[in-house]
């Protein structure tokens, strides 16, 4: 006799853990679910169908198409950051100082997935503030959206732009990001603590991104303090679209495959010796490029 299957719920991931997460039903509670079969990449934010296998426990049987996905990725594999998000925060400080390079990648990410990015100069009470919001400029110059506060002091500035977003929260360790939370949704450090302990059956790392609920409408997701943030996925051309400011110089060039790298007669090259292009953006974009290029040989070898 075939036993009866119980019920598909629908729900989302507010915390992920390799092949599963903690799902948070629409009909409400909370099921720690693993994937069935060999499904993985399971992601923070994704809506999916579970079957109740009882005990607190379940089963993950489909995930619903998303509608966006912030990945990174090394040589070796691609990792899904959080899923169905719509705004990213790169969260920046005058101290400790941000890297260039990992801002101008959180950026690229974010144009090639269409997840609009949001810079927050957190800690803005420190006397270092002002250059900070100085060397901010060369993205305000291209477009984006650059905040500036103390999440001590006054969250207003920015809690104004999470309604009606899902939004996550990128950046190195030290910049503020749980400050920020805590005074965007007070209580928060208690609902993460309960959802670590949900996970804590001594197989989960507790240590990801977690969704929290800041009205029915607007939601962050807060993820760990970042220190690399790779790109293998990108092609070559991808890599090129997901720097706004050179998109203009394509098709400029002496030859068809320039890389922007050493090529004479660049016109990427000579947009930035006039100024035109930041040096810490091409520079983050040629380290890229070199990236691409040795993991294509690699493949090929």
Known sequence: MTATKSPLLQGQVVASHGRGGLVELTSGGLLDCSARGKRSGIACGDHVS???SGGGTGVIEAIAPRKSILSRSDASHEKLTPANV?????????TPSWHDDLVNRCIAACEHAGIAPLIVLNKSDLPQSHAAWEALGVYRALGYSVLHLCARQDIGPL?????GEISVLVGQSGMGK????NAVIPGSALRVAETSLALDSGKHTTTGARLLHINETSHVIDSPGLQVFGLHHLTLDETTQAFRELREWMGHCRFRDCTHRSEPDCAVTKASADGRIAPARLATYRVL???????DAGRYR
Not at 86 to 94: E, G, H, L, M, R
Not at 178 to 181: F, G, M, P, Q, R
Not at 289 to 295: I, N, P
């Open 178 to 181: 749980s400050t920020l939370i």
């Open 159 to 163: 809690a104004s732009r999470l309604q």
């Open 86 to 94: 719509t705004q990213a925060v790169i969260v920046v400080a005058p």
């Open 289 to 295: 490029v070199e990236e691409r290029l040795r993991a």
């Open 50 to 52: 579970v079957r109740d």
